[in-house]
């Protein structure tokens, strides 16, 4: 099935440092969601963009809906232990009624303390 | 406040055996079901996806079925399992209209031996 290129595919970074991930597609999407995953546990969602060129935070996270609808980016500011994760963008499309995802490959945040 | 609750949380199964993974939503009506796979270590691929009552769409050839007996319950079946049918299954829910984003359960993890 069709899926976004996210990257970076891991990171490893000290606490208190910046990240930023993001995702492209060849796809115009209405809606961009970034999700992040605990192990173990279904991805809860963090920020959800519906317009070209939205900016939106949501704390120390902030999200961007890329003009183009191809892409979006997540940056998470002053990292801390429990942003320890896998974070998944998702690029919605609505087809026959039915709202689908296409998720990225996930980005696997990892912080040194 | 609407809840999904899946079960069972973890399963192992022998291969050739059948599966039975359940999904009820509450709170709602008449949501949107979804039934997601993610294989170890990638992002999540859409399996099944239900906009009604015995109203089901397959997203990709695979040994697995999906049904809506009711309204808030989506059950993934096999019939006989395959080793490659192995890996975290989630449900995931949405309300009905324009904008609303989907909500994932915990998750289930099986694995096939």
């Known amino acids: 099935g069709q899926q976004l290129n996210q990257s970076p595919q891991s990171m490893f970074i000290q606490e208190g440092e910046d990240v930023s991930m993001n995702c492209t597609s060849s796809?115009?999407?209405?809606?961009w969601l970034w999700y992040k995953q605990d192990p173990g546990e279904g991805p809860v969602l963090l920020i959800a963009?519906?317009?070209?060129?939205e900016l939106t935070s949501n704390g120390r996270l902030t999200a961007q809906f890329g003009i183009t609808r191809k892409d979006s980016f997540l940056n998470i500011s002053a990292s801390i232990p429990s942003d320890v994760g896998i974070y998944f963008c998702?690029?919605?499309?609505?087809?026959?009624?039915?709202?689908?995802?296409?998720f990225g490959q996930g980005t696997r945040l990892t912080i040194n303390p | 406040s609407q809840t999904i609750h899946q079960w069972p949380a973890t399963l192992v199964q022998p291969v050739g055996s059948p599966l039975s993974l359940e999904c009820t939503v509450e709170g709602t009506s008449n949501p949107n079901l979804y039934w997601y796979r993610q294989a170890a270590g990638r992002g999540l691929q859409l399996l099944f996806y239900s906009v009604g009552i015995g109203q089901i769409s397959s997203e990709v050839p695979q040994n697995l079925s999906a049904s809506r007996p009711q309204d808030r319950q989506f059950i993934l079946s096999s019939k006989k399992l395959l080793l490659s049918d192995s890996g975290f299954y989630l449900c995931?829910?949405?309300?009905?209209?324009?904008?609303?984003?989907?909500?994932f359960g915990e998750g289930s993890w099986l694995t096939v031996v």
């Open positions: 796809s115009i999407f209405n809606t």
């Open positions: 998702a690029g919605r499309k609505d087809i026959q009624g039915a709202q689908k995802l296409v």
């Open positions: 963009l519906y317009k070209a060129g």
């Open positions: 995931a829910w949405r309300r009905r209209g324009a904008g609303n984003t989907i909500y």
